[in-house]
Every structure is written in structure tokens, then in C-alpha cells.
């Protein structure tokens, strides 16, 4: 498609968001804003953005479609000045925010003007933020919600999902309130839940400093999510209060029960506790990229050596088998243990797992 794009917010998301559109519609003219001068300098320097403008004024108002990307706090106060300028009579305007119920409503006076809003929500991210951390292939496969307003056309979301076909994600329309529900559920809870393990090891880390130093594994692995920006997760928790509030109360329940198992020694349904949730976990489809991301993991047993991590990169290397991530899980203090590797498909961890054998000893498996 050829017309101009215009992204507020140039970060993570917003720079993922340009990159898809550029991928798929290269002779789309891509504007950007932000308000931090560094995000809009990386985003000119990595090609995510043609040019950059300082007003929303003057990106908005020839833009054909309008993408924000911003925390949800700052996408109301966008919408409501958007509201007051002379756009485009077709423009399509969405954003990405993480919560819809609060950003559909603030749409409103632009929906009243005509303007066809459409509420979005692309969901695969990180915990990283800005413009560095933007990737091309970071919605691929992902659920992309659409949440339409009623008024909108059935053309105007064909129109999204096209400009959009480079996140190669799968478009799913829900209402705003079932969005929030959802995302509450498997996004936004689960959040509070990893900060709040964070701030009880810190506060024990107080006592015993040893505290730090051992976590490594699974705590690494479920307060991973803890790292991402606090501004975007402060206005989350703020547009999603009712949801958040009834899922603390059900969570402080389910806690009560445990503690009660574990004060009364009951050995049978401690293990049902963990078999439930073992068998739920499970069975979540892992090979689609959805709120739970697909992880193509490929651990291998490394010696303690320094170059150890080149070595294996090198062959991969060597090999064209491209990486998405790398980390050490540190079994031992200070010794290495397991390096875990992942892989965009598992195309390539098969490939990296049998390039690695055919070079090392190392054991690998894929898990
Ligand atoms: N991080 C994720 O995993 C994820 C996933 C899906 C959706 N989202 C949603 O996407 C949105 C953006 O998140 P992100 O992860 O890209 O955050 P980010 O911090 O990487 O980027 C946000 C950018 O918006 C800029 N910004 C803030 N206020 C602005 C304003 N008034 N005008 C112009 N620029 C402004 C910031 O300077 C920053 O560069 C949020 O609404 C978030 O809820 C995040
Ligand atoms: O992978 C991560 O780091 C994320 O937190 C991504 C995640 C999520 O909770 O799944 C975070 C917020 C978004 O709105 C959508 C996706």
C-alpha cells in the first residue's frame, strides 16, 4: 500500500509496528515522533522512520493511517488532541496499547467525527523497551487483537489488517471489555505476581545476601517479565483497576488454600496443586506465539570455559543458523551450568542441536 504512516511513540512496539509496515509496503512513507530525542535518533539510524516530526500537528494531519504506540495514559491524552486536528477524511487511526476499554472510550470524539478508530493490540513483546529493542519479526504468529467500534466499516479493519500483514500475526476481533478481561488474566496479573516476587527476594536479600547471588533458574525465568518498563505497567494497572482488583482477590484466595494445605501437611492435595497446574500448563499450545511465547529452546551442557559461548556461536554461525537469544543458567555459583539458545522455529534448533553434536560433545536437548 503507498500513503504516509505516522507513529507516535517510537519504541519497542511502535518501532516493531514500522518495520512490519515498511517490510510489507515499501513505498509507505513512515513519520515518527517521540518524546525522547534518543529513540527518534535510533530510529532514523536503523531505518525504522523516513523522517521525524516535533508536533503531532504536523505528522497527523496528511497521515493516511496514524499507528500510537505509546503507554496507555499518554494514548488518551493523544487521542483527545488528535480529536481537535484537521485530519484526513479516511485516515484509519490504531494504537497498541495493552489495555482497550479506557483507549476505546477516549477515542470517542474522534469516532464522533467520523474517524474510523480501530483499538489494537498486538501481543508478544519483551521486557526490553525503545527503539533497540524493535524487531521486525516480533509479532510473527502472535494473536493481534482488534477491538472495532460498531460504527467502524468492515473495510476499514481489512484496510488495518493489510497495512498490518507484514506482523505476519493473526488478527482476532474482541470487544474491549473481553479484551481486558482476557489480558488481565494471562498478561497483566501475572505481572503484579513476577514484580512482587522481585520486591519479596529484595526484602529477604536484606537478610541474607546470599539471596541474590542464588537466584538463578526458575526465579530468573518467572520474574523475567519484571525488567519491562514500570511507566507502561503503572498505566496498565491504572486503566485495568476493576479487572486487577477481582483477580487479587481470587489470587488471595488461592493462596489462603495452599497456605492451608501446606499448614495441615496435606501431602494429597499439595500434589494434585501441582498436578493441576502442571497438566493446564502443559496442554497451552506452545508452538503458536501467543500471550504465552513460543520458546524454541535448545539447552546444551557446556564445560566452565570463557570462550565457551563463542565456540558454540561460532559453529552456528559458520552453519547460517541465526539465534534469538542466549543466556546461562547458572546451576552452580559461579560456574557455568546450561546454555540455553533460542531458535525463531524449530526448523533451525534442530538444526543447531545436530550442528552442535557434530562438532562438540556437549549434550544437547531440546526442551
Ligand atoms: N512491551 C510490550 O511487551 C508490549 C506488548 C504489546 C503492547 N504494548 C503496549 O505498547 C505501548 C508501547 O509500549 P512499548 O513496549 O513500545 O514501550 P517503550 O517504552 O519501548 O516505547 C514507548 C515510547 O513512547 C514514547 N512516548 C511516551 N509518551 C509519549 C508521547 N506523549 N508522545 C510521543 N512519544 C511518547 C516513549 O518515549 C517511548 O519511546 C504501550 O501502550 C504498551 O502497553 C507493549
Ligand atoms: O514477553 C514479554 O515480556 C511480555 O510481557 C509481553 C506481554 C505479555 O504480557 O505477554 C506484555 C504486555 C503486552 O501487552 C503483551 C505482551
Redesign the pocket.
Known sequence: MKGKVFVIGLGLIGGSLAMAVRHAHPEAVIVGIDLSEKNIQLSRLLGIIDDSVSSLEAGACDADLILLAVPVNETVQILAKLAELDLKRDVLISDA??TKDKVVKAAGPLIDKGVAFIGG???????KSGAGAAKLHLFENAFYLLTPDETVEEGKIEQLKEWLIGTRANFLVVTPSTHDRL?GV???F??IVASGLVKQAETYSKENELISRLAAGGFRDIT??AS?SPE?WRD?LLHNRDVLLVLMNDWLKEMENVKELVENEDSEEILRFFKDAKTFRDDLPTHAKG???AFYDLYIDVPDYAGVISEITGYLAQEGISLTNIRIIETREEIYGVLVISFQTDVDRIKASECISRHTEYETILA
Open positions: 496499547g495493552s493490540h498486538p501481543m508478544a513483546g519483551s521486557h489480558t494471562i498478561s497483566h501475572p505481572h523475567r517479565i519491562s507502561m496498565i500471550a504465552i511465547p
